[in-house]
């Protein structure tokens, strides 16, 4: 039932969202609260289609989505009007692919989601969203083609594509998975295949990046450790040294390059890279028990943190034309609420305790270091201290440099309420892990 009430409301949401936007929010809110009940009940695709199975995890991580779009809802204006439409149709394929218990159909549902991502960027108003949007599409395409060769390959060595009884020996077997993660690499932003993404999300509407980057990304690193991870565990010494070699140059050389920018946009989708790294740590380590706790946590509290940054962004590039550092000096003073909602989401990325970006990077480092990994961990910790000093930089502009202007900025009612929905999974998931945990026990 949830698949059917999001894919219908994106189905609907058109008719409205032209001549008045208020009704076509409402409708994906409501479409949002309600499949949040069936998924509560148990009557999603699982429940008809023995393609599909669901667990704590599971629920848990989309609730989460489910509550992250329906905030982006709320924050959305006019102008990204169409984004409404397509975050239905991305909410019900990623409760799919989420849910999918089967190789060929998460194929296919990986590259679903890409095609209504082509779309979600296509929202072009001048040459640099022209730009970041050709990119994507560019990087998003030849991403396609690599893991439908690498599944070519694969579909030749097992006769059954049920995760549980998929075969992963052999030699070809092995080259087809090695083929498929440079494909899949692409699509989570990991180094040298990154580049696409600190140009697409920095020049793309802010709106369309916070999902892109924030909420495909989180139920990406879902849904590939739990395709992945029979592979993962077949193949341990390959394993970790893939995942860690590419963890640690994706997480060194991304903030290393955040360090350089001027444009805010560009420091955010470089740390977002960056993070993408750390993430990569569980993967290293899926031989720990910790692992899927690890990619778990760190997707949650991704989601909430990225989304909530370029969603601000987003307010301030609109109503102020803020672009670059110099033009957020002073915005604790221009605007207080936008400056105190932005400064602790940054907080969060920058992993302060208290905050879910700090659990997530305590999780995942401690799922290293359960499997052995100490050395990786040990560089991540010092690209985390590395990574604070370009979210603090931001914070000393907001807070302790004077504003060139007095032009007030407000935000909008829907926007404080998204931001706030926001707000409280960053805060929430910071204090309380044993959710999580006990969501993953199983597994």
């Known amino acids: 039932m949830s698949f059917i009430i999001l894919i219908a409301a994106g189905l609907l949401v058109p008719v409205f969202y032209k001549s008045n936007i208020f009704i076509a929010k409402l409708i994906a809110v409501l479409a949002f609260i309600a499949s949040a009940y069936f998924v509560y009940t148990n009557q999603s695709l699982s429940s008809v289609f023995p393609l599909f199975v669901t667990d704590s995890a599971t629920k848990l991580i989309e609730y989460v989505l489910l509550a992250t779009l329906a905030a982006v809802s709320l924050s959305l204006t006019g102008f990204e009007r169409p984004l409404i439409a397509q975050m239905l149709f991305i909410a019900g394929l990623s409760l799919a692919i989420l849910e999918t218990d089967n190789f060929f159909v998460f194929i296919v549902l990986f590259e679903s989601i890409a095609i209504v991502s082509y779309i979600l960027v296509a929202n072009i108003r001048n040459f640099y969203n022209a730009e970041g949007a050709v990119k994507a599409f560019i990087a998003g395409a030849v991403a396609s083609g690599i893991i439908l060769l690498g599944f070519a390959f694969f579909s030749f060595t097992t006769e059954s594509f049920t995760y549980s009884q998929m075969s992963v020996n052999g030699k070809f077997t092995l080259i087809a998975v090695a083929i498929m993660l440079a494909g899949v690499f692409y699509k989570l ?47 341990p010494l390959a394993t970790v040294l893939i995942f860690s070699f590419f963890a640690i140059i994706t997480m060194t050389l991304a903030n290393f390059m955040a360090l350089w920018q001027k444009r805010i946009s560009k420091i955010l989708a470089y740390s977002s890279i960056a993070h993408s790294g750390y ?22 509290a991704y989601i909430f943190m990225q989304t909530s940054v370029f969603l601000i962004l987003n307010d301030l590039r609109r109503e102020g034309g803020v672009k670059f550092l110099e033009d957020i000096k002073g915005l604790g003073i221009k605007a207080p609420v936008h400056a105190f909602l932005f400064t602790v989401q940054l907080f969060s990325l920058a992993g302060i305790p208290l905050l879910a970006g700090f659990m997530s990077k305590a999780v995942a480092f401690y799922s290293g270091v359960d499997a052995g990994l100490w050395p990786i961990v040990l560089i991540a ?34 926007s404080l ?7 409280a999974g960053t805060i929430y998931f910071g204090i309380f892990a044993s959710g999580v945990f006990n969501a993953t026990i199983s597994m």
Do not use: C, E, R
Request: aromatic residues 16%.
């Open 381 to 414: 910790v010092l690209n985390s201290a590395l990574a604070v000093a370009y979210y603090a930089w931001i914070v000393k502009h907001i807070y302790f440099d004077k504003p060139v202007n007095n032009v007030k900025l407000s935000i909008t009612p829907g």
């Open 189 to 235: 932003t990991i180094v040298p295949m990154h580049a696409w993404a600190a140009d697409t999300y920095s020049q793309v509407n802010h709106a369309a990046a916070a999902i892109l980057s924030g909420v495909i990304k989180s139920v990406m690193l879902i849904a590939i450790f739990k395709a992945f991870y029979k592979f993962m565990i077949a193949y």
């Open 279 to 300: 993430a990569l740590i569980p993967f290293a380590a899926a031989a720990s028990v910790y692992s899927y706790a690890g990619v778990l946590y760190y997707a949650i």
């Open 417 to 423: 309420i998204g931001q706030l929905i926001l707000l």
